[in-house]
């Protein structure tokens, strides 16, 4: 798919089919202003229809609107297959969130993007189409750019779908196409701890973020089975690995359950484990999914374990909740076209 190329690439592409090499100038901008290939009006239409194969098909297929001003963006790909994308607006700029498989395969039993498994991998382009189709829809486009901030937290595993997520990457800081900053990227793992290693080797300064969740591997493994295969201890040595290696601080996630991880002896048993560490701990009450029969805490008791770990030493605050009201907010995303969307 065009859309998984870089510009060199599409150019080269042009020359296979004994095009001039401006016409992959001219393909590249138009996947990265999201036109559909009938929106092209510079390439003559026997041209158009030697690449109506290749040319992206993604498409914003509804939309939908939360009371704070989030917006989900069901997007459908050419096999109609759909994944779900949200929009966040801050002070600082606007942030998407992308999903980077169609389902997950991880079976964490809090979350609903693994409700139905994992049915397949998107490629580097249909990730990137998410983020060019929210431009687009913000009223930008390749030379005015509306999406500042990118964070790999969606439906999937990104880790599970390396060397598609690591292109789409390159894709997305290259001077050539959006030029985000690697700094305004964050990337989440429930801890695939090779991949960990091999991410710190790509040379990409992107915000490691390590979905944790329990202060221990026995109360961990209730809730996420990739803690069958490695321990915190693994999983933390990566993240030190990668530290190092970037000199970026490490962000931790840890969504509270009422009952399983919220006590004063968790928080206690969070701050041994990662006290000395450079990282920030982002606290999440957990976030309702009907499916799952977990509760979340409160907010008021969500601050309170907060408190507690800033007493202990570590960096922590509370992630605002956005989106909830139309299940777009952190553990709701699924690969499923709601009733009401719009």
């Given amino acids: ?42 390439i003559p239409k026997n041209i158009l229809e030697k ?14 609107e939360s009371k704070d001003g989030t917006k989900k963006y069901i997007i459908e790909f050419a096999d109609g297959e759909i994944v779900e994308s949200v929009l966040m607006k801050y002070k600082y700029g606007n942030t998407i969130c992308v999903s980077t498989q169609v389902g997950c395969r991880m079976g964490c039993k809090f979350c609903a993007s693994g409700l139905h498994g994992l049915k397949r991998n998107l490629t580097s382009g249909e990730i990137l189409s998410q983020v060019l189709l929210v431009n687009r829809d913000l009223g930008g486009g390749l030379k005015e750019r509306q999406i500042t901030n990118i964070v790999l937290m969606g439906s999937g595993e990104p880790l599970d779908n390396y060397d598609n997520v690591v292109k789409f990457l390159r894709l997305i800081t290259s001077a050539d196409g959006l030029n985000i900053s690697e700094r305004n990227i964050s990337l989440s793992t429930c801890g695939l701890v090779p991949e960990i290693y ?22 961990r493994q209730k809730t996420m089975p990739i803690a069958n295969r490695y321990s915190i ?17 490490v962000a931790i996630e840890y969504t509270l359950i009422k009952g399983v991880n919220d006590s004063k002896a968790s928080a206690s048993e ?19 999914v009907k499916e799952r029969g977990l509760k ?10 907060v408190e507690l770990l800033e007493k202990g030493g570590l960096s922590a605050t509370v992630r605002r909740t956005m989106g909830e009201d139309i299940a777009g907010a952190c553990g709701q995303l699924r690969n499923e076209i709601l009733a009401g969307a719009k």
């Fill in 1 to 42: 798919m065009l859309s998984d190329f870089t510009l060199t690439e599409l150019r080269n592409f042009a020359v296979e089919k004994g095009l001039p090499t401006f016409r992959g100038n001219q393909i590249f901008d138009a996947i990265y202003n999201g036109k559909s290939l009938n929106e092209i009006t510079n």
């Fill in 51 to 64: 690449i109506e194969g290749d040319y992206p098909k993604a498409h914003i297929a509804k939309k939908l």
């Fill in 270 to 288: 969070l701050i041994s484990l990662l006290k000395g560490m450079l990282c920030h701990v982002n606290i999440i009450p957990l976030n309702y």
């Fill in 296 to 305: 979340g805490t409160t907010r008021a008791e969500a601050y309170q374990f």
């Fill in 233 to 249: 201890d693994e999983i933390l040595k990566a993240c030190k690995n990668y530290i190092d290696k970037t000199k970026r601080r």
């Fill in 198 to 219: 091999k991410l710190a080797d790509e040379g990409l300064n992107i915000t490691l973020t390590i979905s944790l969740h329990a202060p221990n591997d026995k109360l």
